[in-house]
T-cell receptor, first 115, second 111 residues
Framework: DAGVIQSPRHEVTEMGQEVTLRCKPI?????LFWYRQTMMRGLELLIY????????DSGMPEDRFSAKMPNASFSTLKIQPSEPRDSAVYFC?????????????FGAGSRLTVL | KQEVTQIPAALSVPEGENLVLNCSFT??????LQWFRQDPGKGLTSLLL?????REQTSGRLNASLDKSSGRSTLYIAASQPGDSATYLC??????????FGAGTRLTVKP
């Protein structure tokens, strides 16, 4: 398995533009998580899905952020409109509840810079 | 409030030294605890996972312990190598799938 795949790896955009980050979880994993990492706040959980259904989105900062999981192999995190304070590394992670270890596997991250 | 604290924030040691990284958490009703490694500009790599019913896990030169009653975990690295240089994060998962991360310990192993 190629692991959790995220795209783009790097994105630079201007304030007010729409940003879409993509994630392909590990095949067979039924949980998918979106995290944001900044120097000031560390790693924060934004939202997670179970079997493609959003379970907890209490970490989503505001209405400008939205996430979808249309099928088991794809999820998006959208920011519209983007602001400079959204600059961070966004990680997607997945795991399977059938795995005895419940290990969370992370993607390489998408580094977002909003000018 | 469920908080995870890692001490020290940064650590520099000479090659070959044994070292201990510390993690403490305020809510002991955990589901599991996981140690990750993060290299600069990269994602997180899982090193060890300890279930709430376990007291330790070992993988090669790494040993992680868990003491739920005191809200502590340690990551022991034996015979450190320059390739061990990275940031090590402790993450506590609670039953609601909420995983709380510490801020990490940035380790530098000098040749």
């Amino acid at each position: 398995d190629a692991g959790v795949i995220q795209s783009p790896r790097h994105e630079v955009t201007e304030m007010g533009q729409e940003v879409t980050l993509r994630c392909k979880p590990i095949s067979g994993h039924d949980y998918l998580f979106w995290y944001r990492q900044t120097m000031m706040r560390g790693l924060e959980l934004l939202i997670y899905f179970n079997n493609n259904v959003p379970i907890d989105d209490s970490g989503m900062p505001e209405d400008r952020f939205s996430a979808k999981m249309p099928n088991a192999s794809f999820s998006t995190l959208k920011i519209q409109p983007s602001e400079p304070r959204d600059s961070a590394v966004y990680f997607c992670a997945s795991r399977s509840r059938y795995s005895g270890a419940n290990v969370l596997t992370f993607g390489a991250g998408s580094r977002l810079t909003v000018l | 409030k469920q908080e995870v604290t890692q001490i020290p924030a940064a650590l520099s040691v000479p090659e070959g030294e044994n070292l201990v990284l510390n993690c403490s958490f305020t809510d002991s009703a955990i589901y599991n605890l996981q140690w990750f490694r993060q290299d600069p500009g990269k994602g997180l790599t899982s090193l060890l996972l300890i279930q709430s019913s376990q007291r330790e896990q070992t993988s090669g030169r790494l040993n992680a312990s868990l003491d739920k009653s005191s809200g502590r975990s340690t990551l022991y690295i034996a015979a450190s190598q320059p390739g061990d240089s990275a940031t090590y994060l402790c993450a506590v998962m609670y039953n609601n799938n909420d995983m709380r991360f510490g801020a990490g310990t940035r380790l530098t192993v000098k040749p």
